[in-house]
């Protein structure tokens, strides 16, 4: 079985009850919105929807209690994905590879933002010039973003939008893609935010980008992918400082201003990002622009475009867009990325965005 993270990262139990309870209370606003009593034809045919997922997600269950149990749940996420869509019209929901967890087990296993305010004294980045804005951009189109990758159980969430982040970086600095190490910082990261007692990076049990980066320009950079390959476990640090491959030169936080946001991602690469991923976990495609979402931040992510067209067939209009690199892997959503819109931090989206340099760093 794998090893449930505790991946609301928090350290202390007290901690994670509180953010269970938040995360049942983003339910609990998306019910009383959308009666359950509207979604239950869905659940017709939920015996032939539970044999199609398991053997397209290969589920298998030890007991028979076990499998009564997962089926159970399934309905529970048959009914929250009919919510979700009727919330969320302009985007997909409905079965992932998450439909047999529920949302709590979600949380634990799949995210891993530890839940803080960013430091008083964090840098600010510098106001950009923003009238000249091209209307679309996208890094995949510029050989700046590595293939989409997946964290498995753990809660390592920021660990990837901090090496995606520097892989960028370290493009725009030397050219050069490189997928870097996120199973070093997992292993050998335990910077601590200053303003938060015992709010420490903490492999599968959550972390921080920012924290992640004073890490790095601590230790001098990140090793490779290949040469500290990612397990989805903790374990003791391995870094070996002869294999740097990319290291930070600064980092910085970004306004919440959507215009400074992607000025920023277009001058200096692709940015990491918080978000609220309630609607992730039922989401399949199309762009995400729900009337409610809460802005309790639980997961990071890379924002790596963004782009016009999503039609929104309540307000009868185009609807702009980011485009979000997320780690878990390319079956889930649009292989492997969400689009969430622009426009009114949709879920958090704008909250905490940081921006970080690189320095070259030949290979040894």
């Known amino acids: 079985m794998a090893r449930y993270s505790l991946c609301a990262l928090l350290l202390f139990a007290a901690v994670a009850v509180a953010a269970g309870a938040n995360t049942d209370a983003d339910d609990i606003l998306i019910r009383q919105v959308v009666p359950e009593g509207e979604v239950e034809d869905h659940l017709l045919n939920a015996e032939h ?72 004294n964090a840098q600010k980045a510098p106001i950009l010039p923003t009238n000249n804005l091209p209307k679309d951009f996208d890094w995949r189109d510029k050989g700046a973003v590595t293939n989409v990758k997946d964290q498995g159980a753990c809660g390592s969430c920021w660990s990837f939008s901090t090496t995606g982040a520097l892989e960028g970086a370290h493009f725009l600095a030397t050219g050069e893609l490189v997928s870097l190490s996120e199973q070093q910082l997992v292993d050998c990261d335990h910077v601590c935010d200053p303003e938060e007692y015992g709010a ?38 391995k870094f070996d400082k002869s294999k740097i491959a990319a290291s930070v030169a600064n980092y910085s936080v970004i306004s919440l201003d959507e215009d400074q946001i992607a000025a920023n991602l277009v001058k200096n690469g692709p940015l990491a990002v918080a978000i609220n991923a309630v609607y992730m976990q039922t989401y399949i495609g199309g762009v995400s622009c729900p009337y409610i979402c809460g802005k309790r931040l639980d997961h990071g992510v890379l924002l790596v475009g963004y782009g016009e067209g999503a039609y929104a067939p309540i307000r009868f209009k185009e609807k702009p867009y980011w485009i979000i690199k997320n780690s878990w892997g390319e079956s889930w959503g649009e292989n492997g990325y969400y689009k969430i819109c622009r426009g009114r931090n949709v879920c958090g989206v704008d909250s905490m965005v940081s921006t970080v340099g690189a320095i070259h760093t030949s290979r040894q």
């Open 200 to 237: 420490c990076d903490a492999g599968c049990n959550g972390g921080l980008m920012n924290n992640a980066f004073e890490y790095i320009l601590g230790a001098g950079g990140v090793q490779r992918e290949e040469d500290y390959p990612y397990t989805g476990r903790d374990s003791s640090c």
């Open 49 to 120: 929807h539970f044999s199609n997922f398991k053997a397209k997600f290969g589920k298998t269950y030890a007991t028979k209690e076990e499998h009564d149990h997962r089926f159970g749940v399934f309905k529970s996420n048959l009914r929250r994905a009919r919510l979700h869509a009727q919330l969320d019209p302009s985007a997909v929901h409905g079965v992932t590879k998450f439909s047999d967890l529920t949302p709590a087990e979600f949380h634990r296993q799949f995210l891993g933002l530890k839940p803080l305010r960013l430091p008083a």
